[in-house]
Every structure is written in C-alpha cells, then in structure tokens.
C-alpha cells in the first residue's frame, strides 16, 4: 500500500484542470479593485486580496462546479456561478464551459450594488 498522499497526487495529476479565461472588463475591474485596496487600506490588504483570487482560480481549475449558481442570473442562457472574494465584498461571476473545459470569469461585481445593476451587465 502507497503513501496516501502520493497516490492522491497522482490522481489528482490525471485529472484535467479547467482553463480560466477572465473577460476583459473582469480584469480590469479586478485591477481597479486590487488598486483601490492598496490606496485605501494599504500593500497587507492588497496582497491578501490578490491570495484570495488565486486561491478561487485554483478552486475553479480543479473543481470548476464548487460554487453555487447566482440567483440573480438563473434565466440566463449559462449557469452563472458566483463566489464571495475579498472579504465578501465583490462576487466573482463566471460560468462552467463543460464541453471546452474552460471558466469563464465574466464580472467582479460589488455586493454593495443593486442586483439589478448585475443583470445588466451580464448580457
């Protein structure tokens, strides 16, 4: 019998991590956020912020379904997810294209925004 950790590991090794693609207007709102961080509250809170998505992006690589659909955009073409970032301030909207394997990161939407303010910008 092998190490447990070993054999995880090399399961784990064959399974295939999903692709995440982030639109343009996540990446940016993603910087604006992380600058604004570093403005308001310092390099510390930043940085953590920044752990926090990657810790999300390695989440969605290996378990791409984990997080709960969002409500707000349940009649939607796609079933879009959503995940509490930075301190759950911002949802990391994004959906699950199962056939190409790929994550697509759509939106970094600020809770303290009307849901409605959402369903616009997913279109």
């Known amino acids: 019998m092998g190490d447990f950790r070993t ?9 295939s991590m999903a692709t995440i693609i982030w639109e343009d207007t996540a990446k940016l709102q993603l910087a604006e956020n992380i600058t604004y961080a570093m403005m308001e509250f310092g390099k510390t809170t930043a940085l953590r912020w920044e752990k926090d998505i990657r810790a999300v992006e390695w989440r969605l690589e290996h378990y791409p379904t984990s997080y709960p659909p969002e409500p707000t955009l349940q009649d ?7 995940c509490h970032v930075m301190h759950r ?8 294209d199962e056939p190409n394997n790929m994550v697509r990161v759509m939106d970094i939407w600020d809770t303290r925004m009307s849901p409605e303010a959402l369903i616009k910008r997913i279109k």
Do not use: E, P, Q, T
Request: no cysteine; proline share 0%; net charge positive.
């Open 89 to 96: 301030r911002f949802k990391l909207i994004y959906f699950f």
């Open 7 to 15: 054999d995880v590991g090399r399961i784990a090794s064959k399974i």
């Open 76 to 82: 939607r073409h796609h079933l879009y997810r959503y």
